[in-house]
């Protein structure tokens, strides 16, 4: 092998999800630059299997716990036990609440590497998608542009929209 062929390297063993709520992956995107409605950061949490997106606008990064619980609340009232919880190594899920959450509830944390966003790439290509289509919303006014103030309600349409649209690895089901 020379030095400029590369090669192809498996962290783990990404397994793919059988069932709901096997794998949930997490993601902080933020901050936006808007004031209204003095909230900031947007969290999604994404079920691996069924692709359906929690979303919540939050307005600080160390409010991630209280998402959480609500997440796994949902999630047990739908009949799906969580077990394993994939997120980047940022402080806003590597910290004591929140991995005592975690434990209570016995959910596997899985960390990725520091500055590697290959490991969580649903997350990030999830982030990128909400983004990106909060701004198709945003630009496709016929009436004009759409204050940067309303990017919450753009951002949690387009999830809205994907969260009904979107491909299920259920064969003939959408997320929701």
Request: hydrophobic share 40%; with cysteine.
């Amino acid at each position: 092998m020379y030095l400029w062929e590369s090669i192809s390297a498996t962290v783990w063993n990404q397994e793919e999800a059988t069932s709901p709520g096997e794998l949930v992956s997490a993601v902080v995107c933020g901050p936006f630059d808007y004031l209204f409605p003095k909230k900031s950061f947007l969290v999604v949490l994404k079920d691996s299997y069924t692709k359906f997106r929690y979303s919540f606008v939050i307005k600080e990064k160390s409010d991630v716990k209280y998402v959480l619980k609500i997440m796994l609340v949902h999630a047990k009232n739908l009949g799906h036990s969580v077990k394993e919880f994939l997120i980047d190594n940022g402080g806003e899920f590597d910290n004591k609440e929140v991995c005592a959450i975690l434990s209570q509830v016995g959910i596997t944390q899985r960390l990725t590497a520091p500055y590697t966003p290959v490991q969580n790439g649903t997350s990030e290509r999830e982030r990128r998608t909400i983004i990106e289509m909060e701004r198709t919303l945003k630009y496709s006014n016929p009436d004009g542009i759409y204050p940067a103030a309303v990017w919450a309600e753009l951002v949690t349409t387009a999830i809205y929209v994907l969260n009904r649209t979107g491909k299920s690895s259920v064969e003939g089901a959408s997320s929701y």
